[in-house]
T-cell receptor
């Protein structure tokens, strides 16, 4: 069965500090993984996906098949990064529970 | 940039009433989805739709729910006999289905349904 786990509901860091939002998945096939972000009062937006191996807004995520993880990282958090972050698996987008990131000044 | 649009943005309905939530997906997209997000909870997949039929649905999508693509542009979610627990934000989404793995899904802004 497809499952996505985001163990942290809330994460708070200071501006300029590194941030890592954890995501673990369970899937028997080849995973397709995404990170979506939802800023306050806005729609869900794609942040990045593992197949493109890109960096968006300073965020990166590496697929680790051995650990079945797709953690989202940013070396220096900014206040505008405060949002809800969802890890998602596969074409039909099974979402994790989400992590609310707060970046304090 | 093309967007998925949803109407209404907010609807209040009495328990037991029928509700239709409307969505206009991005015009060249072939796959359509509905998701639900109860306040304070995660985004939950309801149903996906392709080639004029449901391709996948979750356990949440029971007989109370139905989807339809009545014309070339709209994609609707009907909720029959609404219950209090149907109160949630409902997101429509679409994707073009091309490019193999990693199709990006684009979301609408959501329709907030309040059942009283």
């Amino acid at each position: 069965a497809q499952r996505v786990t985001q163990p942290e509901k809330l994460l708070s860091v200071f501006k300029g500090a590194p941030v890592e939002l954890k995501c673990n998945y369970s899937y028997s096939g080849s995973p397709e993984l995404f990170w979506y972000v939802q800023y306050s009062r806005q729609r869900l937006q794609l942040l990045l996906r593992h197949i493109s191996r890109e960096s968006i807004k300073g965020f990166t995520a590496d697929l680790n098949k051995g650990e079945t993880s797709f953690h989202l990282k940013k070396p220096f958090a900014q206040e505008e990064d405060s949002a809800m972050y969802y890890c998602a698996l596969s074409v039909c987008m099974r979402f994790g529970a989400g992590t609310r990131l707060t970046v304090k000044p | 940039e093309p967007e998925v649009t949803q109407t209404p943005s907010h609807q209040v309905t009495q328990m037991g009433q029928e509700v239709i939530l409307r969505c206009v997906p991005i015009s060249n997209h072939l796959y359509f989805y509905w998701y639900r997000q109860i306040l304070g909870q995660k985004v939950e997949f309801l149903v996906s739709f392709y080639n004029n039929e449901i391709s996948e649905k979750s356990e949440i999508f029971d007989d109370q729910f139905s989807v339809e693509r009545p014309d070339g542009s709209n994609f609707t979610l009907k909720i029959r006999s609404t219950k209090l627990e149907d109160s949630a934000m409902y997101f429509c989404a679409s994707s073009d289905g091309t490019g193999g793995p990693g199709n990006t899904i684009y979301f609408g802004e959501g329709s907030w349904l309040t059942v009283v």
